[in-house]
């Protein structure tokens, strides 16, 4: 396109009261536009929400990208009432490659996340609800998954405590599940369903609530009384290797000691 691409901004009010903003330029001789519009509930593709301060900016930017060759057309999204509602499986698959290109969240996951959640969707969550629509999943739906996988820790902890040695499909020593890992299955179902709920297939998230909580028990502590972080501390000159206690957390009188061993002067 020779000269300096330029477009041009019309308005039309529609029927709603809302105004369109219709953008025209040109692409390689050819006419182009593009329709942005006030309406914040649009589901045109072009977001919403755009006025006569922002509309302008974004044709600089169109502009711009046709200058640098690089402008894609954007497509229209289709109508709601043709769009299919998308099954779990489809769903959580498409979530975890947004967290792992970092679209959702603030970054990308690493390596290590991204091996838990493979985990958590391929052994347990998947299994359950892969099949379901988004639109089907209940509150019902959600307790029954948490009143299974307590069932199924219970009945393999009954089993293992009777002497039987139970394994998994790659031949490891099975292991119940534990009140963490179920915390974890939930908290993953009930993130996954989050976006569901942000991206309007469904309205609220059956997934959150007061009965599909787990109570995770606080790990143990080990604490010294004063009587016994004193004689510690008196006892440290007289080894080879001085032992020198630090203090983490004072509460009361009970003392939280994390010792460290280093040589001795």
């Known amino acids: 396109m020779s000269g300096e691409a330029r477009g041009q901004i ?3 009010t529609l029927a709603d009261g809302t105004r369109a903003f219709h953008l025209r330029f040109r692409v390689r001789g050819r006419r182009e536009r593009a329709t942005l519009h006030e309406r914040r509930d649009c589901e045109c593709g072009c977001g919403g929400g755009w006025n006569e301060r922002t509309v302008p900016v974004e044709l600089r930017n169109i502009l711009a990208r046709v200058r640098a060759g690089v402008w894609r057309k954007r497509e229209a999204a289709p109508p709601a009432s043709t769009r299919r509602m998308p099954t779990f499986h489809e769903y959580a698959s498409a979530w ?3 967290k792992i290109d970092g679209t959702i969240g603030d970054r990308p996951i690493d390596a290590n996340t991204q091996a838990d959640y493979r985990w958590r969707l391929s052994k347990h969550l998947l299994p359950y609800f892969a099949k379901f629509p988004l639109n089907e999943l209940d509150p019902a739906v959600c307790q029954a998954f948490k009143a299974a996988k307590l ?6 902890r009954e089993a293992i405590t009777a002497g039987a040695t139970i394994r998994d499909r790659n031949g490891r020593r099975a ?13 993953c179902l009930a993130a996954i369903l989050d976006e569901a709920v942000e991206d309007g297939h469904i309205d609220r998230n059956p997934a959150r609530g007061r009965r599909m909580r787990v ?7 080990t604490f010294l009384e004063m009587d016994e972080l004193v004689a510690l501390t008196d006892a440290c000159p007289r080894t080879g290797r001085a032992a020198y206690p630090r203090v983490a957390i004072a509460s009361g009188d009970r003392w939280n000691v994390r010792q460290e061993s280093r040589p001795a002067p």
Request: charged content about 25%; overall charge positive; glycine content about 4%.
């Open 96 to 98: 975890l490659q947004a």
């Open 10 to 12: 019309s308005v039309t």
């Open 151 to 156: 069932r199924e820790a219970a009945e393999l």
């Open 175 to 187: 292991r119940p599940l534990g009140p963490a890992s179920m915390h974890k299955l939930i908290s």
């Open 215 to 221: 109570k995770v028990p606080k790990p143990a502590r």
